[in-house]
């Protein structure tokens, strides 16, 4: 949803952000590393129960990720490189933030909850393969209810009230397999509008016999002809 209707407002907002950062010599390399470091610290600090520390941190974690492009574009040195890597982050720091959380509640509850968090995890991370998969293959599936910047607004709203995070993850965990569920249909609808209908294929395989049948007759008859020249052609 992020990306669809508030990316390019952010990223022009951020444009002169990005270029005072790049005088300072500070690159893209360098905020993804940090946005990394700093989710590592949130994780620590959730599973320790410190949320509200999280809380700060996970702030601090967001920063770096949102700036790191626009000093990218700032210096000239937007890359597939550096988009490879920063993706790569991002999935390594939503897998410490709900690490972090899975471990804060296996601390704090009895029971299986501290599966929930892992579950939102496996499903936010199968949502990124499906966009990665779809774009490999030329196809279109952005947008979505949950997407990352929606996980990590309301992972803030759980630490910040500690006591709905259960709630809150559950309606994280149904706006994600939502989520899912949408790019799946929209990729599967682009791929099979661009399949050819099994009646063309059919009515294809008719013409290519047709042409092959034509053929043959016509080598045939060349080849007939060419006997019936060299037959009656006078000895010398």
Known sequence: ???????????????PVGQQLRRTGITADHL???GVVMALGASVAIGMGALRLGLLLLVLTALPDVLDGAVAKASGTASPRGAFFDSVADRFTDALLFMGVAWYLATTHPGRIAILPMAVMALSMLISYER??????????KGGLMERAERIIVLAIGLLFSQFLIP???????????????????????????????????????RA???????????????????????LRPPR
Do not use: I
Not at 132 to 141: C, P, R, T, V
Not at 181 to 193: E, L, M, P, S, Y
């Open 1 to 15: 949803m992020f990306d669809g209707h508030f990316r390019a407002d952010a990223e022009r907002t951020l444009k």
């Open 32 to 34: 993804t590393v940090l």
């Open 132 to 141: 990665a998969k779809a774009e490999a293959l030329g196809y279109d599936a």
């Open 168 to 206: 809150v993850l559950w309606v994280m965990l149904a706006g994600t397999a939502l989520t899912a569920a949408t790019r799946f249909a929209k990729v599967w609808g682009q791929a099979t509008a661009s399949v050819p209908r099994l009646a063309d294929r059919s009515q294809e395989r008719q």
């Open 209 to 231: 016999r047709a042409r092959n049948r034509q053929d043959r007759r016509v080598a045939r008859s060349t080849t007939r002809q060419v006997r019936r020249r060299t037959q």
